[in-house]
């Protein structure tokens, strides 16, 4: 099969690789109706993680179900699947606590590597969610950004306990970000600023939902948050980048008492620990248990209540994956969805 | 008056100060019954955070009130009260969402200087909690823990989300880890780990509640913790010191999904962004919220439900606080009470 593979940072290639076949009994293969381009895959493109020899790209994921394990008792052939970048057994202490990337038998799927034809799916009754049909093909940009994007921003939201008369600020304007402000609407948030400089990001930002923009960064976009909300800052704050100036922000820009929901993934971050004791807020972030939220998101995408494809701004066979990466790398794409 | 002053680093002395007045007309006058010394009072005593000059100390106090400002509607001279180290207006929108320690209005009680025979309380209508009556003399300490180490120890184990089913780990065995293994209790946790090497404390850790201890610290307390959770962690962790060892300790001695309550004063502490994001913990701390729990803990104590002043293992007049700051700078006491 063809997949996505690799070999430095701004080399990716699309090679011939080994067809996946089960391994587990509890695996399930499937064929990738659509799989994207990651803002952390762009971590080792941009040569910030260091890369282990040549790697296959990719860790979201729909598609079609081809074959399934012995073990496999809730999915058969023929269906349509979402899961998630962490495969988990749904059935652990910490799964049932929601917590599914923190599963104790978890398995990340960057190690199998989904911009491809086909790909393994381990733990397959924990890790996929079928759809009760195949879907329209309008829908699947929806079910596949549920996959990372929009399942991360949601559990971001969530993190930040946006609700109901609650003031959300959101920190990053990729499609985590946005996608968090969509989840913020959602949640029932009264008022929700997107923190965004790049235009056609605020214009899509504003579509799912945000009531304010503010373009400053750093200090002077605390003061700003400050200005928007009496002084006291957001109730809730979404940090959706991963620098240590990002998180920074997002921390300050949060009120005494607050609740920061942070999922940038936080490399050469260093949180000061005085100024962290003298914010006053509640942080809670990390790797999104995306799982958690699939069959909530899925039936709102299924539904048509949501539209959370939207952040694909750039539509390209899996062959032209470079061009995808190379697009999101230079900010001139929010989001690349490959087709095998 | 007598007071103490810090003069420079282990030189504390009682001296005559100016007796204090009526600043503003919300301000009240109480002869102060006891007060304390705060492990907190020892960094300026270590000379790990800067003396500016000649220092007033104290912030814990319980007492009589002797005049109200003009202003006053809520309090009358002869009453007992009891308030924190943050006076609060509790009327602001971060009081009423219950953090007072950030209320827009605050003042530092630190500025003040409790270990005295007479203390001005600013916001004296909101900072100041009466008892019915003056209480019997035996309850003085418990009030007196009210204040601060009981309070702080309280919102750390309510930080934590201690409650019923939960295990809660507790790194720190002086005053305040003490006493969060007593809120821990109360508020119904299943089992409770205090981690501490110091007998003496250990034996009170378990008269407040303990039903494990820890003697291992760092990376081999995590160890232990790992060991007696099944392999998870536990659900809640109290930190109650401020190190760098001791946060770290205390990430990642909570599962994925669990809560971590911060309150020891994170000098020199840098959380490292990648190891925070990979815990997938929910982190909560700082300046502890005393007031928000004032009237519930007041309560427990004069029904003589709780006896959080058995943390006073040393009971000074204030003249001799001197011996006091050095008996629990050397470990010798957990807490000094100082009777003006």
Redesign the interface.
């Known amino acids: 099969m063809r997949g996505v593979v690799m070999h430095a940072p701004g080399d990716v290639r699309v090679e011939d690789r080994p067809d996946p076949r089960i391994e587990h009994p509890g695996d399930a293969i499937i064929k990738v109706s659509a799989a994207c381009v990651c803002g952390s895959d762009l971590w080792p493109y941009r040569g910030v993680e260091k890369l282990d020899g040549a790697t296959p790209m990719g860790h979201e994921y729909v598609g079609i179900v081809q074959e399934v394990g012995s073990e496999v008792t809730t999915l058969k052939p023929g269906q349509f699947v979402v899961g998630s970048f962490w495969a988990s057994d749904n059935t652990c ?2 799964c049932r ?3 599914q ?2 599963c ?1 038998h978890r398995v990340l799927m960057g190690t199998v590597g989904t911009q491809a034809q086909y790909a393994r799916i381990p733990l397959a009754d924990g890790t996929l969610v079928a759809t009760p049909e195949v879907p329209p093909a309008d829908l699947i940009p929806g079910y596949l950004a549920a996959s990372d994007v929009l399942g991360t921003g949601w559990f971001a939201a969530v993190a930040a306990e946006a609700g109901p008369g609650k003031t959300v600020a959101v920190v990053g304007d990729g499609a985590v970000g946005l996608l968090a402000v969509l989840a913020a609407r959602q949640l029932g948030a009264e008022r929700i600023i997107a923190m965004s400089r790049h235009e056609p990001r605020q214009q899509l930002a504003r579509e799912f939902g945000a009531t304010d923009i503010v373009t400053e960064r750093g200090d002077e976009g605390i003061a700003r948050i400050k200005d928007l909300t ?3 800052g957001a109730h809730s704050v979404v940090e959706a980048v ?1 620098t ?1 100036e990002s ?1 920074m922000q997002a921390i300050n820009s949060a ?3 607050g609740h920061v929901g ?1 999922v940038g ?10 100024e ?12 999104a ?1 995306v799982r958690r939220f699939l069959p909530e998101l899925m039936q709102l995408i299924g539904d048509r209540t949501i539209d959370p494809g939207r952040v694909f701004d750039l539509d390209l066979p899996l062959d032209r994956a470079a061009e995808g990466y190379q697009a999101m790398d230079e900010r001139r794409a929010i989001k690349t969805l490959l087709r095998p």
Chains 1, 2 share one sequence.
């Open positions: 202490e910490i606590a929601g917590y990337s923190g104790v009496g002084g006291l991963g240590q998180m009120r005494h008492g942070f993934v936080t490399h050469d971050v260093s949180l000061p620990g005085l962290l004791f003298g914010a006053l807020v509640h942080l809670h972030g990390g790797p248990p």
